[in-house]
């Protein structure tokens, strides 16, 4: 399971203060603990309208400093993405593109012959679809512009999305069937998700999101945007994966177990 840490995010009011006031060790000490906790990437999103660039490499710069993890470059202006991409050590994530606007011929003609790899929205012009066959008209044209740049689907990332449970009750089953056919098409391409989105306005929101993880995992979902800080979480993924068979002879278990990622001998 790839694990992208979801917690640098000038969207949480924690990480917002820290961003006004310039808090480095605070921003070094998140990317620490959710590297400790499995990320092989970091998001970081600036979730600001002026300098949204510059706090970008501000945040990068600071994670790179504490953390071997590969960096997803966050924002909701492709040109942002791509204008990021040199502060980076190494080929990371971009977060994201869809076939809104002119957002995939922003990012995909710079990344088209690098390592560089992609997180794909299935939403357009028009917002996010409501039925399964929309979305997956979505994929074909995102597949289709990525054989355009020659984008092997091993380099991208989908998302089907899934809005709130609280909004529609068809939310993770629309998400399922769409996972379930993307993967079937694509074994090679990765299938993400940001947990949180499932349970937004819902009390005990982190009891709805451990339970989205398991059931998404179990439909295809191979990536997610997390908090690998949460050990209870990281429990619920390493379980799965040796209950799906990924994890052989529960080995990974055993060793997050040893390493006390789940928080449970400092339980007893």
């Known amino acids: ?3 992208i840490g979801e917690k640098i995010n000038g969207a949480i009011p924690s990480v917002a203060k820290a ?3 310039r808090d480095a060790d605070w921003i070094r000490d998140l990317a620490k603990r959710q590297t400790d906790g499995g990320a092989e990437y970091i998001d970081v999103c600036s979730s600001v309208v002026d300098g949204d660039v510059e706090v970008l490499k501000w945040l990068i710069d600071l994670v790179q400093e504490v953390s071997d993890a590969k960096i997803c470059i966050d924002s909701p202006s492709a040109k942002s993405c791509v204008e990021a991409i040199p502060f980076c050590n190494k080929p990371g994530l971009i977060n994201s593109v869809s076939m809104e606007g002119n957002k995939i011929d922003t990012v995909f003609p710079v990344i088209a012959d690098t390592d560089w790899e992609c997180v794909a929205l299935l939403c357009g012009d028009s917002g996010i679809p409501e039925t399964v066959e929309e979305r997956m008209e979505i994929f074909e044209q995102i597949m289709e512009k990525a054989k355009e740049y020659n984008i092997p689907p091993s380099r991208l990332h989908i998302d089907p999305l899934v809005i709130s449970l609280g909004t529609n ?6 998400f399922a069937e769409v996972t379930r056919r993307v993967k079937a098409q694509y074994p090679d391409i990765h299938v993400t ?3 949180s989105n499932i349970s937004f306005g819902l009390p005990s929101r982190k009891t709805i999101n451990q339970a989205f993880l398991i059931l998404a995992m179990y439909a295809g979902m191979d990536c997610a945007i997390m908090d690998p800080t949460n050990r209870d979480m990281l429990g619920s993924l390493y379980a799965t ?4 068979e990924i994890d052989e002879y529960c080995l990974d278990y055993l060793d997050a177990y040893r390493s006390d990622l789940f928080g449970v001998q400092k339980k007893k």
Request: glycine fraction near 6%.
């Open 193 to 195: 998700s940001g947990l």
């Open 241 to 244: 994966e040796a209950l799906m």
């Open 169 to 174: 009750s068809e939310s993770f089953t629309t």
């Open 19 to 21: 961003i006004e006031a």
């Open 1 to 3: 399971m790839i694990i």
